[in-house]
Nanobody, 126 residues
Framework: QVQLVESGGGLVRAGGSLRLSCAASGRTFSRNAMGWFRQAPGKEREFVASISWNAGYIVYADSVKGRFTISRDNAKNTVYLQMNSLKPEDTAVYYC???????????????????WGQGTQVTVSS
């Protein structure tokens, strides 16, 4: 059974940093794109970042470009999201996703991802 489990969320002050992790289990994801979406209360779910199976293609939302870094460790079946210079508007539940098509590249379209984690809360205070 495929599972994506996020961790690393929490409460941080504006300007601070957090590192989210997503551990995948149930199969190997080394040939699959992975990514992060987020959803704030009362708002639409939005794309944050994605990374291709070999980390050769990385995409960021404009709102996080230059502040967030996505990376992966295929040996650990884990994807990370390093978040720096956090802002109150980054407050949201962050979801890890994966596209199980072989050699997938990732991207911002949510429909391409077939597994989603339960989410981890990130709260940034002003």
């Amino acid at each position: 059974q495929v599972q994506l489990v996020e961790s690393g969320g929490g409460l941080v002050r504006a300007g601070g940093s957090l590192r989210l992790s997503c551990a995948a289990s149930g199969r190997t994801f080394s040939r699959n794109a992975m990514g992060w979406f987020r959803q704030a209360p009362g708002k639409e779910r939005e794309f944050v970042a994605s990374i291709s199976w070999n980390a050769g293609y990385i995409v960021y939302a404009d709102s996080v470009k230059g502040r967030f870094t996505i990376s992966r460790d295929n040996a650990k079946n884990t994807v990370y999201l390093q978040m720096n210079s956090l802002k109150p508007e980054d407050t949201a539940v962050y979801y890890c996703v994966t596209d199980t098509r072989t050699d997938s590249s990732g991207g911002s379209y949510p429909g391409q991802y077939d597994y989603w984690g339960q989410g981890t809360q990130v709260t940034v205070s002003s």
